[in-house]
Structures are given as C-alpha cells and as structure tokens.
C-alpha cells in the first residue's frame, strides 16, 4: 500500500522538523523549502506546485517573531496572509487538502476559556497577521491551532522551555509573569495531532494544545524543580510591567481542544 504523500511548507521549523522525525514512518513527508519556492510570489508557487505531487498539504511556513511584526507588519502580512493566499490557491486548483497551522494569539486574552468556536481578536501584529492567514481558508482548508510549543531538543530555535532551561542553569534570575495563563503544548503531541488530523481532514478549525494552563512563573518554578535548578532564580512580576514598551501577549492564554480526532 502506497503511502500518503504530505507536502510540508515550514519543514526545518521546529513543528516540522519533528514531523519528519516521527511520523515519516507511515506517510512520506516532503518538505517545500524556501529555495524551492518563494510563497509571497504568487506566479513561482503557482508553477512549483501546478505539477508537484502530494496529496495533502500542511502549511507550516510563517513569519513568527512577534516582537518583530511591530516593526516589520508589512513582512510579516506579506508571509503570514499573502504567503498563505498564494499556496493554498494553489492547493485548491489542484482540489488537494490544506491544513493551516496557527496559533493562540489569534486571541484577545481576557481571563476566559477559548475553544475551537471562541470570538477572535488579535492584540499584537503578528497575531492580526495569522488571524488574516485563517480569514483566507476559512471554512474550505484545515486551521490548527497551537499554544506555546516546546521540545527536547532543537538547536536552530530556542522555545520558551528551553530558554529558560539554559538561563537558569546559567545562573540567571528571570522576573516571571504571575498574574498570566499560558498553556504550553509538546512538540511530539502536535506532530502525532498532525498525523491523524491529515488522516481524518475536515475543513474545520482544532486546537491541539496542552491539557493544562499555568501562570509563566509557575512554569518557570516547575522547570527548576524538574531539573533541579536554583527555584529562587525565578521571582515574580506582573503582566503590565514585562510587557511594557513590548508586543502584548494574550495575558490569559486558556486555550482548550473541544473536538475529537484521530
């Protein structure tokens, strides 16, 4: 039985890469690089993909420094809704899948719970950039969206777990927000998430994130105590004072998966 072939925008970012470390087993994952296509020009992903063969795509590719997309919104629009306009047209005139990967920060932040149906607002640049992204295949492509995503290991990205691993064990002192929810999500659950989404595609919206929120102070206190660092290096701050002068962040991140899959 031949396997599905799943084209991957976005391959050596750090939910792609362990993609192809997991689940290449029972689906041949080819990545689309940069060098092979150009998403914010419309007519070189058009050609690439009119006689690329797959028979699902997932759309990894994004621009994501959220502190940059304050200054630069035009790269980041041009990336994140342009880029993703350009590929999935593409992938419809070949009446093929597409699945979206987005994020928590489509959302306002308020000290509620959002699910799959919850009302959208973005507060930052880059989180108006994705939310435009999800506009585009709404309703006709796959949107998945994740919340603070960590792993073991990837040298090329530093995640938030990760950073402060290495800071603490640098001896370091972090101000950790208290009064804030984050709801940090494995890397190896979104790329097994990913692989029975493309299994079973609806073009729907699904959040695959982490089955508990916690304040980034408790999470900082919980790293050191896992590995046995110095807890007294993470001391408290609150929401308004990290952020000043910063790109504002969800400050309540609850974000919960509601739908079944796989």
Same mark, same amino acid.
């Given at each position: 039985?031949?396997?599905?072939?799943?084209?991957?925008?976005?391959? @050596?970012?750090? /939910?792609?890469?362990?993609?192809?470390?997991?689940?290449?087993?029972?689906?041949?994952?080819?990545?689309?690089?940069?060098?092979?296509?150009?998403?914010?020009?419309?007519?070189?992903?058009?050609?690439?993909?009119?006689? &690329?063969? $797959?028979?699902?795509?997932?759309?990894?590719?994004?621009?994501?420094? /959220?502190?940059?997309?304050?200054?630069?919104?035009?790269?980041?629009?041009?990336? @994140?809704?342009?880029?993703?306009? @350009?590929? $999935?047209?593409?992938?419809?005139?070949?009446?093929?899948?597409?699945?979206?990967?987005?994020?928590?920060?489509?959302?306002?932040? @308020?000290?509620?719970?959002?699910?799959?149906?919850?009302?959208?607002?973005?507060?930052?640049?880059?989180?108006?950039?994705?939310?435009?992204?999800?506009? /585009?295949?709404?309703?006709?492509?796959?949107?998945?969206?994740?919340?603070?995503?960590?792993?073991?290991?990837?040298?090329?990205?530093?995640?938030?777990?990760?950073?402060?691993?290495?800071?603490?064990?640098?001896?370091?002192?972090?101000?950790?927000?208290?009064?804030?929810?984050?709801?940090?999500? $494995?890397?190896?659950?979104?790329?097994?998430?990913?692989?029975?989404?493309?299994?079973?595609?609806?073009?729907?919206?699904?959040?695959? /994130?982490?089955?508990?929120?916690?304040?980034?102070?408790?999470?900082?206190?919980?790293?050191?105590?896992?590995?046995?660092?110095?807890?007294?290096?993470?001391?408290?701050?609150?929401?308004?004072?990290?952020?000043?002068?910063?790109?504002?962040?969800?400050?309540?991140?609850?974000?919960?998966?509601?739908?079944? &899959?796989?």
């Amino acid at each position: 039985m031949n396997k599905r072939r799943i084209a991957v925008t976005g391959a @050596n970012g750090l /939910v792609g890469s362990r993609m192809f470390d997991l689940i290449k087993w029972d689906m041949e994952l080819v990545p689309i690089s940069h060098s092979d296509m150009d998403i914010t020009n419309r007519d070189q992903t058009h050609a690439f993909l009119k006689d &690329f063969q $797959f028979d699902t795509l997932v759309h990894l590719a994004a621009y994501t420094n /959220v502190d940059g997309a304050e200054k630069e919104l035009d790269t980041a629009n041009s990336i @994140n809704e342009t880029g993703t306009r @350009n590929v $999935f047209d593409a992938v419809q005139e070949k009446n093929k899948p597409f699945i979206l990967l987005s994020t928590d920060f489509v959302f306002e932040g @308020n000290d509620v719970i959002y699910n799959e149906d919850s009302p959208t607002q973005a507060i930052s640049a880059y989180g108006k950039s994705k939310l435009l992204a999800e506009e /585009v295949i709404k309703e006709k492509g796959m949107i998945v969206r994740i919340a603070y995503p960590y792993r073991a290991q990837f040298e090329k990205k530093k995640d938030f777990f990760r950073t402060l691993k290495m800071l603490m064990e640098q001896g370091k002192q972090l101000s950790m927000i208290t009064d804030s929810l984050i709801t940090p999500t $494995f890397i190896d659950d979104i790329a097994f998430g990913l692989r029975n989404l493309v299994e079973d595609f609806k073009p729907e919206i699904y959040h695959l /994130v982490g089955s508990d929120s916690l304040s980034p102070y408790d999470a900082g206190k919980l790293i050191a105590k896992t590995f046995r660092l110095d807890e007294s290096l993470v001391q408290p701050t609150d929401y308004a004072t990290f952020f000043a002068g910063k790109a504002q962040r969800p400050q309540y991140s609850r974000i919960v998966g509601t739908k079944d &899959f796989g």
